[in-house]
């Protein structure tokens, strides 16, 4: 059984588009069970929508992208955005002064820690949202 996990959004969209590191994000994320916050979901397809708005891919690469994403959603558990939730990341913003969805994501797991009594790696690319996890008390894991 493979141990658990929290994951951001920016470690789980690194695996699908195309840019340095697409590789070693997929191969860190295949050596976990995956948990993330509700958010991720909105997250990724707003990437997504942002490459196509970018026009640096073809309609075909957005669709096998936009497919991928969706595909990937299947294998992760996701935790309910509520009260507690909220609470977590009122508090986040308090203390390390992250932006809103980034301090959501960390609150997110910060209650998972809590609910199961035990410490989970945190995995992310963002340096902020990482240096937030460490002050947290999280091992965070990056891609090579």
Do not use: C, W
């Not at 910060?110 to 990482?130: C, K, M, N, W, Y």
């Amino acid at each position: 059984m493979k141990p658990l996990a929290y994951l951001d959004t920016s470690l789980y969209v690194r695996q699908f588009v195309e840019e340095a590191g697409a590789k070693a994000a997929s191969r860190l994320l295949s050596r976990y069970s995956l948990a993330s916050s509700f958010l991720l979901q909105v997250e990724a397809v707003s990437v997504v929508s942002r490459k196509r708005a970018e026009g640096n891919l073809s309609d075909k690469e957005i669709e096998r992208i936009q497919d991928e994403v969706l595909e990937g959603l299947r294998h992760i558990s996701f935790v309910v955005l509520d009260g507690n939730v909220a609470g977590r990341g009122r508090n986040v913003v308090s203390n390390h002064g992250l932006r809103s969805l980034d301090a959501v994501h960390l609150g997110t797991a910060i209650l998972l820690r809590e609910s199961l009594g035990a410490e989970i790696p945190f995995l992310t690319v963002d340096a902020r949202l990482a240096g937030a996890a460490r002050r947290e008390g999280f091992k965070v894991i990056e891609a090579e």
